[in-house]
């Protein structure tokens, strides 16, 4: 009697594995090493344009990409790795004696289509005691569309002059009809790149003590095994990412 080849269950478990061969590819196609180093520069920035009216908002960002707190202890919520393809750009950039290494770290991750990323926070760079965190801080951001997206919100700070906060702070009797002015003129900033003159006045809001000097605020479409950075006038962001086939 003629018996078939596979029975009903062979069949559908060669089908199941068929599936699970095809799937897999796709499933390694999303996964990526992603790469980001921060960088200062050393040298003397040309400041043109006014950020002393500029008050970038602290985004929520549950997740640590890179904490460094007062005492110097870094803190990450994700499993990283200095073995970067990154290292030989950020180290001939340090080399230059034009930059400073601030942060660079490494991790493996799936992006998968459409998917949305949690803001991770940074704070690198000098502390401010009277800001109360690091010089360098914000949030990185990373989704995939029909590319992968590096949304970068870094701003750049410093401590403020004390006597002019305490101009600021004791001004409040003075002639106040230039500053109502010079608040009327001001236009909305676009996303991008910002920058501030050497000698700007404290930004007051809510966290006294600083100012700010400039900020990256953009989103970069990002090419897989391609070098990218992000800069303005003091400082700058090298990302890297690498599909893991």
Known sequence: MYKPAFTNARRLLAALALLMALAAPAQADNTYRAEIVILERLADPVLPEQMADKHPERQDASKRLWVVDDLGNVSS???TTNNL?????????????KYRVLMKTGWIQRFPPNYNGDPMRIEVGEMLESAGHRAVEGT?????????????????????????MEDTMGGETGDSSEGNSDQGDTEAEPQGVGTSPAT??????????RELITW?????????????????????VLVYFRPLD
């Open 216 to 236: 990256i605020h953009e989103v970069r479409r990002m090419r897989s095994k391609e070098i990218h950075f992000l800069d303005s006038p003091t400082i700058g």
């Open 140 to 164: 990185i951001e990373v989704n995939r569309r029909r590319y992968l997206l590096v949304d970068v919100q870094l701003n750049h700070w410093r401590a403020a002059d004390g006597a002019a």
């Open 200 to 209: 700007i006045m404290p930004v007051m809001d809510g966290n006294q003590g």
């Open 85 to 97: 393809t990154l290292n030989t750009a950020a180290s001939r950039l340090e080399n230059s004696g």
């Open 77 to 79: 919520d994700i499993r």
